[in-house]
Structures are given as structure tokens and as C-alpha cells.
């Protein structure tokens, strides 16, 4: 029951977030540009067909019928026609979301599993080297431009060492049966070993990109979770109690560490979205942000608020997933 | 000032810290300093003839596509993205500072507002709002500060809120208003001066932030146009010529990541010396 309560409440909170986006997004795009048919019209368009597809896009009518038709559209799932591509938006983001969805899913799963352990090791030995050259690391990642991370890292590993695909999810010709959409998922079910092994290739550069800010962040707060956990007064009695070091590490300090990391891994979640525009353009990976991409340069604008209303409800999704794993390790967050 | 003193002298033990704030002045000297530092003042001229050249001794840092001596491109580019973080960062403060000590000392129904306001701001990723805002307005240098500013006020405004809440019921504060001093000569005599150190320490973070943010605007298009010589659209530009032009894309980079770091590793160490509570332990 009080599990149920919970999850509904942290659902509530979101609601106010989607409403206003909804809204943000109306009057940015409805209202800022001057004219917004005639951006739709191009610069060409007669008074006469600007007229018609003013009326035609209901321009005519007072803002809240306009808002209400606006409503209306987003609830059944049209998000308008994408300039650039002539084809809906809601569809160029559904066939683009899984290559995203991987994409990020890999990142943060990889940042996850090589930081908390890293973060934990570090926190043990603090002050050595290892620790030293982790928070350099660190450090480091979050000040990295990924866009720059990633340029480098084409030019040594793709182009210089030749090691490792610069661009796109796999290469053209190597058949693969799309089931999921999740290409590796996909190789896996189809028994498919050579295209497993190619869009693996083609992964790590991107997803190594993406992951350094995560993984920097996930061990920084993992070290300090430890750290800060170690220092505490239950762990002191323990400690004159003279309860073994491994009991008192892995059964009473890492459960309350890892509530620092886990609340991060939700911000990440963000982060991920927000990078993927950047890190897609660059590898050329064909999913939403690479869309979003070029939808900003092309002024796309149906296709922006798409992105953004998209990438609002991703990030809340997200963001309730990691506040239910934050309950799941500290039980307190339930009864506050 | 002797009260300051244990700061300066632990401040001064963090070596990051200090690296960061020389990095930081250098940068402030190089942007005042650009047109007698710079091996070229002409940095829009193209030169065709000399395009895309590797670092020689003519041009230390080689040229770009259109025959630009990149060196002297990215000097006057410190210009700008110090005037942008400057800018988006006062405009931040400027928004968010009042509206957070308003909304942390009265706590009526606009303090509510104020909040929820800034929770969705907080609760949507800063760049995809920036992005949106910059896309939908013409993009340029002027928008990419608007929008920055526009997404980042929240951070000082949540900020001042919680520190101005825990004054206001401290008993300095009581006894002013029981002298009758007015809500206005309180809030900006007495609140407002207790919490200017973490608003410093935000801002000196919130730099850096602001930097990387502004030069992904550009690199994507939506930031400085051509012919600005702002470093992340000289890294999109540099884009087109690889992987032969790898020094294009190289010194760019290098400076945004130096220039972020240094604010990072600056900001750190004033948060360590003077705010210890903030920081990450163990650090």
C-alpha cells in the first residue's frame, strides 16, 4: 500500500512537468515565429496560398481554438509534418527511437556497470594512484565537449588506426532481420554472429563518447557515497565492535552509498537525451537526436517541438525509474 | 578582511584550484588583450591560396578552409565566449537571485509560484530547452545568451530560495523586523549578504557549464554563425575536412576543454575553502 502510494505520487509530480511542456512548447513555436505559414509556405508562396494555408492549418481562428486544436492533435499522437523529411514527425521518431534507445541504453548501462564498481575501488583506496588518476579521469570527463570527444576519437581509432567504423549503426550490406529495432537484440535473435559483431563495432565509439560524462559522474558520486558512508557512526561501532571489514563494506556501507549514484543515474538519464543529439550528428547514428539535429538546422520546427515534447516525457520516464530504484535501496524514501 | 585569510591560505594549498584560477586569468588577459596578441588581426579575410595548411612556423596552428590562421581565430574567440558566459550568467543571476530571496522570505502563494516554475525549468534538460529556444528564435550569439539565460535562472533562484528560507526565521532576522526595518531593506541588507558566497561558488560552476553549453549551440548551428570564430563552430566547420584537417578540429577543442576545466577545477576549490558542507567528501 505504501509502495503504491509512492509510485503514484512521484507519478503526480510529473504531470505538472508534461502540462507546462505541452504548453511551453504551444507558445514557443505557435508564437514567436512572426508568421508561421509563411515559413511553411517558403519564400515564394502567393498572398493568396499563404491565405489558403492559413486557413488550411486553422491560423485564422482565435489562439485558444488554435490551442485546443493543438491539444487535440498531440493527444491523438500527430505531431505535424516534418519539413525537411515530408513524412509525420510522430513517425520519424518512432522508427528513429530504438537506435537512440540502444545507443543510450548501452552508454548507461556500461557507465553503470564499470563506475560503481570503479567508484567503490577508488573509495577503498583512497589517496593511492589509482584514485589520483580516477579523479583526473573524472575531472576530465565532465569538462570534455563530446562533440570534441567524439571528432578525436574518429580520427585515432576510425581513421588513424582504422580499427573501428566511424559512422552509422552497421555496415551497408550485412543482412539483419529487424525485430526489435535494437540491433544487437536483433543479431541476437536471428542467430546472426556477423551482424552482432558489426554493429557492436560500430557501437563503442559513439556509446564511449556518450558514457565518459556518466561514468565520471557515477564514480565521483560513488566515491563520495562510500566515503561519506564509511565516515559515518554506525559504521564506527560496527568498527569497534570489531565486526569484520568485508561484513561492514559490502553489507552496511554500500546500501546507503549507492543512493548518491542512483540519484544521479536519474539526471544522466537527461544528460543521455541531450547528448544524443550532439553524439548522433557526429557518428552519423540514425536515431531521434540525429534527427533533432538536423531538424534545427533545416528550421524544422514541428519537428523540434516533437523532439522536445519526446525527449520531456523520455526524461521523465526516466527520472521515475530511477526514483523507484532509489526506493527499492532506501526504503525511507517511501514513508517521507 | 583578516577573517578571510584561512581561505586564501587553504585555497591556495588545492594546486587544481589554483591552476584553474591562472587559467582563468590568462583567458580573461588573452580576450582584453586579443588584437596584440594575435599573430593576424585579419580574422574574417579569406585566403584561398593558404587554406587548410598544417601547423608551420608562419601560422603555428595552421589555417583553416578558408586560409584563416586558426591561432589568431581562436585568440579572438576567447572574446566571445567570455562575453556569453558573462552575460548568460548575470542575466541568471539577475532573474534568479531576486525572484528566489522573494520567494524564500515571504513564502505566499507567488514563493509557490516562483518554485513550481523553476521546477519544470530544472526538471527538462538545459540543452534541449536551450536548443528550443534558440532554434525557434534567429540564431545568433544574441539568442544563444537569451537562451542560456532563460534555462539556467532556475539554478540561482532554487539556490537563494533554500538559503533565504533558513534566514528567515533566524533571530538577526526577527530583530530587524522587530526594529521595523522594511521587508525591501531586509531582504537586500540583511538575506541578501548571507547568501552571497554559494551564489559566487554557482556562478564560477555554472561558467564552465555555460561555456560547454554555448560552444554545443554553435557547433550545432543554433549559437555563433559564420564567420565568428567561436570555438565550437570552428569544430563543426572543421568537421567537413576530416581526417585530413586534424588540427582544425584539435586547438578548438583543446580550448574549450582547458577553459571548462579551469572553471570546474576553480569552482571546486572555492566550493572546498569556503562552503565545506557542498562538497563531495572525501575530496
Redesign the interface.
Known sequence: MKWLVYALKRILYFIPILVSLIVIGFFLFYLIPADPVRLIAGPFATPQQVETLKQQYGFDKPLYIQFLRYLTRFFHGDLGLSIHTHRPVMMELIERAPATFELGLISLIGSILLGIPLGIFVALRRNNWVDHLFRAITIGGLAIASFWLGIMAQLYFGYHLDLLPIGGRITPGIPLKPITGLFLLDSLLGLNPRALFDSFKHLILPAITLGLPCFATIVRFTRGGVLDAMKSEYVLYEQAMGLPRPIRIYKYILRNALTAPVVQIGLLIGYTIAGAIVVEKVFAWPGVGNFAATSIIMFDYSAILGFTLWSGIAFCLGTLLSDIALALIDPREVSR | MISYMPWVRQFLRDR?AVLGFFIILLLILVAIFAPYLAPTTAIYDVNLSERLQPPTSKHLLGTDSQGRDILSRMIYGTRITIIIAVIAIGASLFIGVPLGLIAGYFGNWFSEVIQ?VS??FL???????A???A???KPSITTAILALSITYWPWFSRLVYAQARSLRITTFIEATQALGASSPRIIFFHVLPNVITPIIIRSTIGM?YTI?TA??LG????GAQPPSPEW?LA??E??EY??KA?WF??F???A??TV??AF??FG?GLRDVIDPRLR????
Not at chain 2, 526538471?123 to 534541449?128: A, K, T
Not at chain 2, 557547433?219 to 543554433?222: Q, R, T
Not at chain 2, 563531495?280 to 575530496?283: D, F, L, P, Q
Open positions: 587544481l513550481r521546477d519544470i526538471s527538462i534538460p538545459q540543452l534541449i530547452l536548443i528550443a529556444i532554434a525557434v528564435l564552465g560547454l560552444a554545443t557547433f550545432l548551428g543554433v565550437g569544430l563543426a572543421a568537421r576530416l581526417p586534424w578540429a584539435l578548438p577543442g583543446l574549450i576543454f571548462v576545466l570546474n577545477m571546486d563531495i567528501s572525501g575530496k
